[in-house]
């Protein structure tokens, strides 16, 4: 299979709406799904960060990749976010959760840890062995505390062929430039960097991996659709106007600005699970003002 094809464009890593008691709102959750696929995104990402998945049980995640997959009903492709910092549990994850339907496998570079690049790449190697499906590493130093280098990326881009395709969202566009220059052909690169979406598919991304795209999805898709046709002039316009958006969105915490955006469209109620607290309240009157000025 084509994987630079199937997941080309506009993927949306999914919110996890909650209730007031801090259940799963399931019917908010379908409301975002249906929101996201009917404005144009290419695909949807379920258990990725912004579902806030280091705050949901096991039982809860297959629970999650089952009603996705039943609410997605085969419009788009449906890829799940199975990472941690302890490759044996998640060697046990992927042999045991509900991954038939599954595109392929988001997989986050071990957190805490810090690994060195040599266990960073034996993690991968080991989950690439025995995974079901196939694997999108996923770099984000940020929130890691250890970026994986564009020699790590690129060695195992090369050595496991159930590898195939890499998140990339350091920042760092010297780096995405090397991983693009010498990675395999069929190799899959995508932006994990709303603000960075354009630039980096102008060095030659596949797309993105995007939060923005919970809330704006037709502007964002359409932004991405253009920049992957090379009419940046067009795709510009369309940038410019979510910068502002961009900045709200991980001014404090991810997902709390885009819940916040999500609560005000009408599509969820504002809670998320402890540690993570909603916008304060300057953030989202600002969140307010600019949906007005958009509307």
Known sequence: MNYRELLRGTGVALVTPFKQNMEIDFPALERVINYVIDNGAEYVVTLGTTGETP?????????????????VNDRVPVVVGIGGNNTLSLIKDLE?????????VLSASPYYNKPSQEGIYQHYKA?????PKPIIL???PGRTGRNMTAQTTLRLAHDCKNIIGIKEASGDLSQA????????????????????AMPQMACGMDGIISVIANCMPKQFAEMVRLSLQHNFAAAKQLNDQMLEAYDLLFAENNPAGVKAFLAELGLIENNLRLPV??????????????LQRLA
Request: glycine share 2%.
């Open 277 to 290: 607290v909603p916008l304060s309240e300057d953030l989202h009157t600002a969140v307010t003002k600019y």
């Open 96 to 104: 045991t959760f509900p991954l038939h339907k599954a595109a392929a």
């Open 55 to 71: 705050t949901l049980s096991k039982d809860e995640k297959a629970e999650l990749i089952l009603f996705t997959y039943q609410v």
């Open 127 to 131: 989950l690439a062995q025995v995974s």
């Open 138 to 140: 996923y770099n984000v």
């Open 177 to 196: 430039m090397q991983i693009l220059k010498d990675k395999p052909a069929d190799f899959l690169v995508l932006s994990g960097d709303d603000n960075l």
